[in-house]
């Protein structure tokens, strides 16, 4: 099988591996959701002796968990000092203390669960498009002062070195991250939770949910869950079931496109495996996938989802642009996915009501934090830590609804206006 029928089609392919629920099923938690922050909560409860059902109206791995460019490291869509306005100095310490637990908790996953397949690799370097004048120099600092967490500052010359473009000025290399097939990590994962008992059920969708007593209820197409406890984690694909999560994020999409096979020519762009992700707003993000034959470029972003292969053109453009030895390389497929960002741009964990829990608005940097939202949300479910208290400050806020989606495409273009006035004024 090709790495285009692994990474991209059985993301949207029926493989008829799981079947639908039907009838009635009891559990100790029913988790809505077959992403990441679902199937961790589900492989720490069942690794607990709970017992789990996990519901996913499409297949494991469908939305932009499974579909996403595989980038896990530490940090959060928002920056520390932003968190800091929020939830204070101490609390912000502690919650990027969490991300790069969630990035080290998938990579042991990866180590215990023998999950070759995720093909991981070490290295995330960070490229600014302009002279930073140290700033990068200083962020290393900070990172080894503060968290005890060493990156390896680069200067314009090494960064140039390896990749090969006029764009890019210094750079941070964090040889602790590392980046992955996220597809196959999260099939690998649920099959995991099925060996310990836990049942997944696709082509499930959650219709109705009555939540209010002892026993919640879960209504699907076919079937019905009863259970104690309830999580919710369904992302950029959250539909009308529990209104007040639904009015709570607003759905953007993002696009990434794969390469025909051209190693030859891939190397002279770019003689790295570590991934690549620039400063901008919404960054352009790439690795060489394949083992070196096929580069995988992703970026931009819309809150209403555009044509995968138009948006694809414009990424093309972008690669050329930063790239002018790869004008010949072909795309050979391109695809989209919906993340969930609260107005925030901080994961929405916590319980909304006695045994309703939510897991969700993990947009932007999703890999680490999805996994650590899940480990927090089953500790607390299991009475191990109240952890999940340290998102307390980022709750379910109104995202604006249609309001909100003109706004933050009006930012994003205000945004990329000012990175071009910065990388042009450089």
């Known amino acids: 099988m090709s790495y285009i029928d692994t990474f991209y089609l059985r993301t949207i392919a029926d493989d008829g591996k799981r079947p639908p629920l039907r009838g009635v099923a009891e559990c100790d938690v029913a988790i809505v959701g077959g992403g990441l922050s679902g199937l961790t909560t589900a492989l720490q409860l069942a690794r607990a002796g709970k017992s789990v059902v996990l519901l996913e109206s499409e297949r494991i791995g469908w939305g932009a968990s499974g579909r996403n460019g595989g980038f896990v490291g530490a940090g959060y869509a928002t920056g520390g000092e932003a968190i800091a306005r929020m939830a204070g100095a101490e609390n912000a310490r502690k919650l990027h203390q969490l991300s790069i637990e969630g990035m080290r908790f998938v990579r042991a996953t990866i180590d215990e669960l023998k999950i070759e397949s995720a093909e991981p690799k070490h290295g995330i370097m960070g490229v600014q498009r302009y002279d930073g004048g140290g700033e990068l120099k200083a962020y290393a600092d900070k990172l080894a002062k503060e968290y005890d967490y060493h990156v390896e500052f680069k200067t314009r010359d090494e960064v140039r070195s390896v990749l090969h473009s006029e764009r890019y000025f210094e750079g941070v290399c964090d040889p602790n991250a590392f980046h992955m097939h996220p597809l196959n990590y999260l099939r690998a994962v649920a099959a995991e939770v099925e060996r310990l008992g836990g049942r997944i059920y696709e082509q499930s969708p959650a219709v109705s949910a009555s939540?209010?007593?002892?026993?919640?209820?879960?209504?699907?197409?076919?079937?019905?869950?009863?259970?104690?406890?309830?999580?919710?984690?369904?992302?950029?694909?959250?539909?009308?079931?529990?209104?007040?999560?639904?009015?709570?994020?607003?759905?953007?999409?993002?696009?990434?496109?794969?390469?025909?096979?051209?190693?030859?020519?891939?190397?002279?762009?770019?003689?790295?495996?570590?991934?690549?992700?620039?400063?901008?707003?919404?960054?352009?993000?790439?690795?060489?996938?394949?083992?070196?034959?096929?580069?995988?470029?992703?970026?931009?972003?819309?809150?209403?989802?555009?044509?995968?292969?138009?948006?694809?053109?414009?990424?093309?453009?972008?690669?050329?642009?930063?790239?002018?030895?790869?004008?010949?390389?072909?795309?050979?497929?391109?695809?989209?996915?919906?993340?969930?960002?609260?107005?925030?741009?901080?994961p929405q964990i916590g319980e909304m009501q006695p045994g309703v829990w939510y897991c969700t608005a993990f947009g932007g940097h999703g890999l680490n934090t999805t996994a650590i939202g899940g480990v927090v949300v089953a500790e607390a479910i299991l009475g191990q830590s109240n952890r999940h208290n340290l998102f307390k400050a980022f709750g379910l806020v109104w995202a604006g609804g249609l309001a909100g989606m003109a706004t933050a495409q009006l930012t994003y273009w205000a945004l990329q206006a000012q990175d071009w006035w910065r990388e042009r004024s450089a």
């Open 211 to 346: 939540l209010d007593g002892a026993e919640k209820v879960i209504v699907t197409t076919d079937g019905t869950v009863k259970a104690a406890t309830v999580v919710f984690s369904t992302g950029g694909y959250t539909t009308g079931l529990v209104p007040k999560l639904k009015r709570s994020y607003l759905p953007i999409a993002t696009y990434v496109m794969l390469s025909e096979e051209n190693p030859d020519l891939i190397r002279t762009a770019i003689s790295t495996t570590d991934a690549i992700g620039d400063d901008r707003r919404a960054a352009d993000y790439y690795r060489v996938v394949d083992d070196g034959k096929r580069l995988l470029w992703g970026g931009r972003i819309t809150t209403r989802a555009a044509s995968p292969a138009t948006l694809a053109a414009e990424l093309r453009r972008e690669m050329v642009g930063t790239y002018p030895q790869l004008a010949d390389l072909k795309i050979e497929t391109s695809w989209s996915g919906l993340m969930s960002y609260a107005r925030h741009l901080m």
